[in-house]
């Protein structure tokens, strides 16, 4: 039986650099044998949690149904879940942010998810690496609480437009961060 990755990305550039180590590091997993699902946030219907804290009464992990509950099921069949995104603003693009927020959907609802390996595959445009902070510790928070284990973290600076990720070892380091699962 193959393992099961699920790969959320943030970004609403299908050509960026993201989405370029995001394409690397699935390249490489499915190569290792994993059975690789993937969801790109920017382009479904997400919206914010409301904090009804009725999450998975209705049957559904979100009682305000949006397309977190066509991801929710893949993230409790997963082994491994892997971040993906641009920094925006100094933090997670909106449509991302939306599914790490109603992650809180399983704590609310008393669900056991703990134990998962995951990952964060990040790049920003300035060349200063604590730009990079604004996504990497509410990961590190989010995994704490939902007792999830990083097996590593690409932090790219320094890139912005399509193919910059391309002068960097970028799409490298999310290859081998594959083998890290």
Same mark, same amino acid.
């Given at each position: 039986?193959?393992?099961?990755?699920?790969?959320?990305?943030?970004?609403?550039?299908?050509?960026? $650099?993201?989405?370029?180590?995001?394409?690397?590091?699935?390249?490489?997993?499915?190569?290792?044998?994993?059975?690789?699902?993937?969801?790109?946030?920017?382009?479904?219907?997400? #919206? #914010?949690?409301? +904090?009804?804290?009725? =999450?998975?009464?209705?049957? /559904?992990?979100? %009682?305000?149904?949006?397309?977190? $509950?066509?991801?929710?099921?893949?993230?409790?069949?997963?082994?491994?879940?892997?971040?993906?995104?641009?920094?925006?603003?100094? %933090?997670?693009? @909106?449509?991302?942010? @939306?599914?790490?927020?109603?992650?809180? %959907?399983? =704590?609310? +609802?008393?669900?056991?998810? +703990?134990? /998962?390996?995951?990952?964060?595959? +990040?790049? =920003?445009?300035?060349?200063?690496?604590?730009?990079?902070?604004?996504?990497?510790?509410?990961?590190?928070?989010?995994?704490?609480?939902? /007792?999830?284990? %990083?097996?590593?973290?690409?932090?790219?600076?320094?890139?912005? $437009?399509?193919?910059?990720?391309?002068?960097?070892?970028?799409?490298?380091?999310?290859?081998?961060?594959?083998?890290?699962?």
């Amino acid at each position: 039986m193959s393992k099961k990755m699920l790969v959320i990305t943030g970004s609403p550039r299908k050509e960026g $650099n993201s989405f370029a180590m995001t394409d690397a590091l699935i390249e490489a997993a499915q190569k290792q044998g994993y059975e690789v699902t993937r969801f790109d946030a920017a382009f479904l219907k997400l #919206g #914010g949690c409301h +904090a009804c804290e009725t =999450c998975f009464r209705t049957g /559904k992990a979100c %009682s305000f149904d949006d397309d977190f $509950n066509k991801i929710a099921p893949y993230v409790a069949e997963a082994d491994a879940v892997v971040f993906t995104t641009p920094v925006y603003w100094y %933090s997670y693009p @909106s449509q991302i942010k @939306s599914v790490i927020d109603k992650l809180y %959907s399983f =704590c609310v +609802a008393g669900k056991d998810i +703990a134990g /998962k390996k995951c990952a964060l595959i +990040a790049c =920003c445009e300035e060349e200063d690496m604590t730009v990079l902070d604004g996504v990497r510790i509410p990961y590190e928070r989010t995994i704490a609480l939902l /007792k999830w284990e %990083s097996v590593g973290e690409v932090l790219v600076p320094g890139v912005l $437009n399509p193919g910059d990720i391309d002068k960097t070892d970028g799409k490298e380091r999310a290859a081998a961060l594959a083998k890290a699962f």
